[in-house]
């Protein structure tokens, strides 16, 4: 139980294109997933906490209009990342929880902006 | 402000030895720890957690302790494998349900 997965795994986009991330909780409702950010051999950095049915809370420094969130039922949200840039390159990871205080992984989606 | 950190970027141990890991946290009033494994490309994975009410939790051939003293957390792998390497985050939780992550320590098995 527990396994949340991520769509796409990787993509590769131009610079000014918008990508969208998929987070997906398969076998339970997620209250809250969360959005982090990880840069090679770094930790995770937490972007945005995503509430099912009301706006995102985003962390200090994570521009909102950037990285648009949407938490649109209880086993999706999505990540778009609007004009995106080389510099929005990294590991995007989404996390769930439901009712307790584990916080259990996707599989990260690789962005890669040329 | 509230931060978690590892003491030791890199670990190397031989096939079969015992590993430790450490992690020291700021905030004494955090209630919940966890550890992660995280392989190279892939999501973080939940290991074990434990309560500040525990100071000892045990798994499958993995050990945290939790000494509320000093702020510090440890986590023991027993007979370490080759599929034991990865990166280990320790976390805290915070506000709101957020987790803090340390800075991670990469585990290299030698066969």
């Known amino acids: 139980g527990a396994v949340v997965s991520q769509h796409p795994s990787w993509v590769i986009c131009k610079s000014g294109t918008s990508v969208k991330i998929e987070c997906r909780s398969l076998?339970?409702?997620?209250?809250?997933m969360f959005w982090y950010r990880q840069f090679p051999k770094q930790s995770l950095m937490l972007m945005a906490t995503?509430?099912?049915?009301?706006?995102?809370?985003?962390e200090q420094g994570v521009e909102k209009d950037k990285f648009l969130i949407n938490h649109a039922s209880l086993t999706l949200s999505t990540l778009t990342v609007t004009s995106a840039h080389p510099e929005d390159s990294s590991f995007y990871i989404c996390?769930?929880?439901?009712?307790?205080?584990?916080?259990?992984f996707g599989p990260g989606t690789r962005l890669t902006v040329l | 402000g509230e931060s978690v950190g590892l003491h030791l970027p890199t670990l190397s141990v031989q096939e079969g030895d015992n590993s430790i890991i450490n992690c020291a946290y700021s905030?004494?009033?955090?209630?919940?720890f966890i550890w992660y494994k995280q392989e190279s490309g892939k999501g973080p994975q939940f290991i074990i957690d434990?309560?500040?009410?525990?100071d000892k939790r045990q798994g499958q051939r993995v050990t945290v302790l939790l000494n509320k003293t000093v702020k510090h957390l440890s986590l023991q792998i027993a007979a370490t494998q080759p599929g034991d390497s990865a990166v280990y985050f320790c976390?805290?939780?915070?506000?709101?349900?957020?987790?803090?992550f340390g800075q991670g320590t990469e585990l290299s098995v030698k066969p």
């Open positions: 996390s769930a929880i439901y009712k307790t205080d584990t916080q259990y």
């Open positions: 076998d339970f409702q997620a209250t809250t």
């Open positions: 995503s509430n099912e049915g009301s706006k995102a809370t985003y």
């Open positions: 905030n004494s009033a955090s209630d919940y």
């Open positions: 434990i309560r500040s009410n525990m």
């Open positions: 976390a805290e939780k915070g506000q709101g349900g957020k987790l803090i």
